[in-house]
């Protein structure tokens, strides 16, 4: 890969997490000021705003149920369900014209044309998913056959954007059984790239796509508007437990 090359994947990069990754996130923080947003656990909703903030006031509660949507759920559902856009706007130099492959590259490490499902993070897959990504290979793989082009296993690639062997979840274990390769966050990007720093260099560029933005007046507003309707519960409301 160029400096060029590098440049334009980073320089994509910041310009994905800017027009699609921060204004959906900006999106689902606004549909966090109504208790309609949430499934609320009777159990544990005071018991956790008394066990973050030291009480159960309205506006504690709303903290303890938009604060992990926001900084957990949200945020990290955005990422997985966006992976084809991310390939599409980022890898757009490495996307594959192969059935139920996200991009193709050559392997910096053995020069070999690669095939590969692209996965966000290392819990990203479950269950359900392994059958479902295992039968896209086989299938890449018979028809590389009819067509007189044998593709290796070891040619068939699952790449994970982020993490590391050791975080990857039973889930990708069970792939790479089949013989299958799995590469995680830096030694995917450098099996992509060929440069050792390009996983760091992007968490740095995207670093500085966050100092750009501020959206802790959104983040107030919503935890206002959601502590208005708990203190305007009546009593007979489900959920006046909240109150």
Known sequence: MTDEEKQAIIANAKEYFRTKIEPAHEAKTKECGKLS???????LSKYLAQFAFGDSSPESVAKALILPRVFGTSITTIFGTRM????NDVLSSYASTAQGMDIEYIDASDQRRKYCQVKAGPNTINKDDVDSILNHFKSLRNLSVTNGQRIPQEDCILGVLYGDYDSLNPFYKEIESE?????????FWQHLS???NLYDDLIDALGDVAGEMNCADLLD??????AQEISSL????PLRFLK
């Open 37 to 43: 947003a949430f499934n609320v656990n009777p159990f």
């Open 84 to 87: 084809q856009q991310f390939c």
């Open 179 to 187: 013989g299958y390769p799995v590469l995680s966050g830096k030694e």
């Open 194 to 196: 060929g440069d050792e």
């Open 221 to 226: 507003d919503t935890i206002h508007k959601l």
């Open 234 to 237: 009546d009593d007979d409301s």
